[in-house]
């Protein structure tokens, strides 16, 4: 993948410059498979999608993809692609899937459609980190950022058209002609063709709810949309009536940042998890945390619970899945994983398992029927206090998992972790969760060398005694400085430089 960013300047003018970015994006002849970790989940069954089980996935390589599940195998289907940026959180709202970005976007798709974007809508100003929706209203939409914003949407009056407001004169440069809108975005396609998509909105603005300081890692809400629960770095659970914007409480308990909630159905209770390793379950009604789970040895990231709120999933940095019963404290350890995991969705029998690794990863799970994990043995009782979890483990203790593999894996590519642009500006050294290095040709957006497994640092020097600094660009352009952003086949790797 090769996305190419540009910024403008006008010459002359006596008002301050302007910067507008241009970006495109060029697509692998095989774009089938995510090439970069996996953020987040989203599952529509047959009985809504009206022909079969879809899964959605977003991933830090700025794409979703669409996967048909049928007879226990997960086929590709589409890809949705417009973000120019990590794809964080993903949810379906009715018949729409929305998606957020560390780009500081929502996009709206239509979950069945070709992948083609509906709406952008731009708030934030910072990352999009989250994503929230009421189960039994299919309009509302609420989503958290790294800036500290939450906004609470109504997709009808986001989506619905609207003429060119005021707002929309500063998108036009100093001459007078209509530029470019800011992070236009235009896909090549598969066959060739440029198709842009403007999607800001003008007029329509969300509900605030305002009260966090700092930033926002964690959304939900009750099935009517009558509560929005939040968290983050402050370490407190805040709720807020998402009708109005306004709060109701905040809960205390947490030692650290709060990355995961989950709240039941009827709005009476609500789970944690967080950088602590706990697992908190509050009573809303009460305003009290009622019980504390140490279950894992370090930071809990993904929660999923069955349909009766009576058992959870869980799992975090420790790369492992834990299934604890909510009243009596007992838990086992499901599965282990190789990579950190970000995100649970839990789907009739089987809990879908999203991680820093480009491949999706379902395991056995019993949703329906937990209590047959549970018999199998190698189950323990859930302490109170956070470090009783990692003293076990360092003892020698720690648990055997219930299941060592996957019933399913939806395999991607590997991701580039680490890169280096060469000193003729042309040529990007990569390096992949493999281990294998390649040498890639940023104008053509292709490798033109694979090295194999060999060292990066020593391939590095190599090549940079190798290439000489490249005069005479072809790239060099009369309108200015020109911002390029380069992102490489499978990674999100970006790295910016100016061309005068």
């Known amino acids: 993948m090769h996305r190419v960013g540009s910024a403008g300047n006008t010459a002359g003018s006596s008002r301050p410059r302007k910067e507008k970015r241009f970006t495109y994006v060029l697509n692998d002849a095989d774009n089938k498979k995510h090439c970069a970790g996996i953020n987040c989940l989203s599952y529509l069954n047959a009985s809504a999608s009206g022909t079969s089980d879809y899964l959605f996935t977003g991933s830090r390589d700025g794409t979703l993809k669409r996967w048909e599940y049928q007879n226990g195998d997960a086929n590709f289907s589409a890809t949705f692609e417009s973000h120019v940026d990590w794809v964080n959180d993903a949810i379906i709202v009715g018949q729409n899937l929305v998606s957020c970005s560390s780009d500081t976007t929502l996009k709206v798709w239509n979950c069945l459609a070709d992948g083609a974007c509906t709406k952008t809508l731009r ?3 910072d990352y999009v980190i989250c994503l929230a929706a009421a189960e039994k209203n299919s309009n509302i939409v609420a989503s958290g950022g790294l800036g500290g914003e939450v906004f609470i949407w109504d997709l009808d009056a986001a989506i619905a058209p609207i003429a060119k407001s005021v707002d929309a004169k500063e998108d036009e440069v100093p001459n007078g002609n209509s530029g470019p809108a800011l992070s236009t975005l235009c896909n ?9 998509t403007n999607g800001k909105s003008h007029g329509y603005c969300p509900i605030a709810a305002k009260g966090h300081k700092d930033s926002v890692y964690a959304l939900d809400m009750n099935d009517t949309g009558t509560l929005l629960v939040s968290g983050g ?4 659970v805040r709720v807020w009536d998402p009708r109005t914007g306004s709060k109701n409480m905040k809960l205390r308990g947490h030692t650290d940042n709060i990355r995961a909630l989950l709240i039941d159905s009827t709005g009476r209770y609500c789970l944690s998890g967080s950088s602590d390793s706990m697992i908190r379950l509050w009573d809303l009604g009460q305003q009290r945390c009622v019980h504390s789970y140490a279950v894992h040895t370090d930071s ?4 999923a619970s069955t349909p009766s709120f009576g058992h959870v999933y869980s799992g975090g940095r420790d790369q492992s899945v834990y299934l604890t019963d909510l009243s009596t404290r007992e838990s086992v350890l499901l599965c ?4 950190p995991i970000l995100q649970l969705s839990l789907q009739d029998d089987t809990i879908w398992v999203a991680t820093t690794d480009s491949s999706v990863y379902g395991w056995p799970a019993e949703g329906q029927t937990p209590q047959k994990v549970f018999q199998k043995g190698g189950s323990f009782l859930a302490g109170n206090l956070s470090f009783s979890r990692a003293r076990a483990s360092l003892e020698g203790s720690a648990p055997v998992p219930v299941y060592k593999e996957p019933s399913f894996t939806i395999p991607g590519v590997p991701a580039i972790v680490q890169h280096e642009i060469m ?8 390096k992949d969760t493999v281990g294998s290095v390649k040498l890639w040709e940023i104008t053509r957006g292709a490798v033109i060398e694979d090295f194999g497994k060999v060292s990066f640092d020593d391939k590095k020097k190599e090549l940079f005694e190798m290439l000489a600094y490249l005069h005479g660009s072809p790239w060099t352009l009369d309108w200015g400085a020109c911002l390029f952003t380069w992102i490489l086949h499978n990674a999100f790797l970006q ?4 061309l005068i």
């Open 233 to 236: 770095t402050e370490k407190v």
């Open 188 to 196: 090549v396609n598969s066959s060739g063709n440029i198709v842009s």
């Open 423 to 430: 000193n003729n500006r042309r040529h990007v050294l990569t």
């Open 336 to 339: 282990t994983n190789e990579h």
């Open 495 to 498: 790295k910016y430089m100016r």
């Open 123 to 125: 708030q934030h100003s």
């Open 300 to 303: 809990v990231w993904a929660l």
